[in-house]
């Protein structure tokens, strides 16, 4: 319950409801595949409520086969509509690896990217996002990203400071990280025509308002929600 443990906790509960909606709106309007990207213990293929929705997981190698053995040790089924995808980002190009899992790249998909981004380079973010931004008109990426730190408040600061510490520590730094000026200009140069950026506030407004609890994000604000369309 710190008020920067309850923040991040907020956080990670809205990005992933927010992509889930983004993905149902896709759904709605015909797409029927959706990328997970940087899967890791992801669940929404065991929650999945569209049955004609294929679900490529895309995840680093050694994370995939972690979370295939905890799956069958825990004895739960893997359902016919997952595809795994083993990739490491940094060393292969997600075209590649999605070609060889079956993915219908004459078709719209939807690509989810959460808790992914600020530990990649830039060159491996510009190149997953070109190759998705080459995909048909319909395809969407949602996705989360972290504020560059120096255009955050003092308090802001402070908690990035200490959260950035102890993913370092974890062997996992951040290396990346955006204005919505500077990445609605990488959305672009990489073939996305519309994009939807919210900030705390708004993101608050839609999924925090009225709560009885009174859970909802403060005004430390380091990371947006995106959604970019081809």
Known sequence: MHPVAR???????V?????EDRLATAVAQGVRQYVV???????????????????????????????????????IALPAELTFVPLDFEHHTL???LDEAGFDRTLPAFFGWLGVVPYLTLQAFRATVRDIGQLP????????????????????????????????????????FFTPETLEA???????????????????DRYFKDRADGLRLSAVKLAMLVTAWV
């Open 37 to 75: 990207l940087g899967a890791g213990l992801d669940t929404f293929v065991y929650r999945n409520p569209f049955p004609e929705l294929r679900v490529f997981e895309v995840d680093f190698p050694a994370t995939q086969e972690w979370k295939r053995e905890m799956l069958a040790r825990a004895g």
């Open 137 to 176: 008109a319909g395809t969407a990426l949602g996705f989360d990203y972290g504020l560059s730190p120096e255009t955050l408040s003092p308090v802001g600061r402070i908690a990035f400071d200490a959260l950035a510490g102890r993913v370092a520590a974890a062997g996992e730094p951040f290396q990346l």
């Open 7 to 13: 923040d991040f906790r907020a956080f990670m509960a």
């Open 186 to 204: 990488e959305l672009r140069s990489a073939g996305f025509r519309r994009l939807e950026q919210l900030d705390y506030g708004e993101i608050n």
């Open 15 to 19: 990005r992933s409801r927010y992509v």
């Open 95 to 97: 075209a590649e690896g």
